[in-house]
């Protein structure tokens, strides 16, 4: 496992090199932004765009991951259209003849479930959260709406298809002599975050509950101190080996913990200290976030983040 340890490693150092939404599609002659990858035996990510979705990355801003077992396939992510899907299942096929048993959805966002379709319709089950769900049936249409503008004819053949499975904390999978732990760990990016841990390899598929290479986004319903306590009651105790996170290449705990918890700490110490001060809303934007300003979507994010963490921590 020594070699495949130092592939992963070399991964968080080089993701700054191979993940930019200043980089060109990787991979022009598929629909994916990237050739999937094999990051351990047996796991597979095509990585996604460090960037907002385009029509030039196709919407593949995010980490479609698979794992190859003696009797089938397990998918994580639907993907953020059928086309893209069926790019990611046409991979699939290059590498098994095993069908794809199981699909994943690790959150309610677009670039997770808007796929679905392609696999409802081959007799796929299609496992997400019940949150991630709910947000399906509420938002979906309007989510789709979205896709559809920046994505234009590649979004021919999406249909918004909700998952047929659904969990509340926990769900327990086995395929092939592999045994899966779907986990909601608890709140965190977002509604119906979802892990994928596969305890035989210490292998998790984090989803958005860890982010590096970009920055991650804090949405007008995330709970920051909510994200820090899963952090350190749930996630940080497991201790995985491997970590593919939500978006950005594959690479290890300490990488994911620095660009996530400890950038939410740092974001919080700092807002929490200009409202002692008394410091209002339009003063929070501009708290000092020069060590992450080399990260992806710095520029896109940062006083957004800060402006949501203050509307969150004067009411605390």
Same mark, same amino acid.
């Given at each position: 496992m020594r070699h495949f340890m130092s592939i992963v490693v070399g991964f968080a150092f080089a993701g700054a090199a191979f993940a930019s939404e200043d980089i060109a599609d990787q991979y022009p002659q598929s629909e994916l932004y990237s050739k999937p990858v094999e990051v351990i035996p047996h796991v597979f990510s095509a990585i996604g765009a460090t960037a907002?979705?385009?029509?030039?990355?196709?919407? $593949?801003?995010?980490?479609?991951? &698979?794992?190859?077992?003696?009797?089938?396939?397990?998918?994580?992510?639907?993907?953020?259209?059928?086309?893209?899907? +069926? @790019?990611? $299942?046409?991979?699939? +096929?290059?590498?098994?003849?095993?069908?794809? +048993?199981?699909?994943?959805?690790?959150? *309610? !966002? *677009?670039? @997770? &479930?808007?796929?679905?379709?392609?696999?409802? @319709?081959?007799?796929?089950?299609?496992?997400a959260h019940e949150d991630a769900i709910e947000e399906g049936h509420e938002r979906g249409f309007d989510i789709l709406e979205g896709m559809k503008r920046y994505n234009r004819d590649k979004a021919e053949g999406t249909e918004v298809a909700v998952a047929n499975l659904s969990f509340s904390e926990?769900?327990?999978?086995?395929?092939?002599?592999?045994? &899966?732990?779907?986990?909601?760990?608890?709140? @965190? $990016?977002?509604?119906?975050?979802? !892990?994928?841990?596969?305890? !035989?390899?210490?292998?998790?598929?984090?989803g958005d509950i860890a982010f590096h290479e970009r920055m991650l986004p804090i949405f007008a319903d995330t709970c920051t101190s909510c994200w820090v306590q899963t952090w350190e009651e749930k996630f940080e105790p497991m201790q995985p080996t491997y970590v593919i996170p939500g978006h950005g290449h594959p690479t290890n705990l300490a990488q994911v913990k620095r660009y996530t918890y400890d950038y939410l700490r740092d974001l919080r110490e700092k807002i929490g200290a200009h409202i002692e001060e008394g410091g209002d809303l339009a003063g929070a934007y501009y708290v000092d976030q020069a060590a992450w300003a080399h990260l992806d979507t710095f520029e896109e994010l940062a006083t957004k983040n800060a402006g949501r963490v203050f509307e969150e921590m004067e009411w605390e």
């Open positions: 907002p979705p385009t029509y030039e990355n196709s919407g $593949h801003n995010n980490n479609l991951s &698979f794992v190859v077992t003696d009797a089938g396939v397990v998918v994580v992510n639907g993907g953020a259209s059928a086309r893209l899907a +069926k @790019a990611l $299942h046409d991979e699939i +096929k290059t590498v098994t003849d095993q069908p794809v +048993k199981l699909v994943i959805n690790e959150n *309610g !966002q *677009g670039h @997770a &479930f808007l796929g679905n379709s392609y696999w409802a @319709a081959l007799g796929v089950d299609i496992l926990r769900y327990d999978y086995e395929l092939g002599g592999v045994k &899966f732990e779907i986990l909601h760990l608890g709140p @965190a $990016h977002g509604p119906g975050d979802t !892990q994928v841990w596969i305890p !035989q390899w210490s292998m998790m598929i984090a």
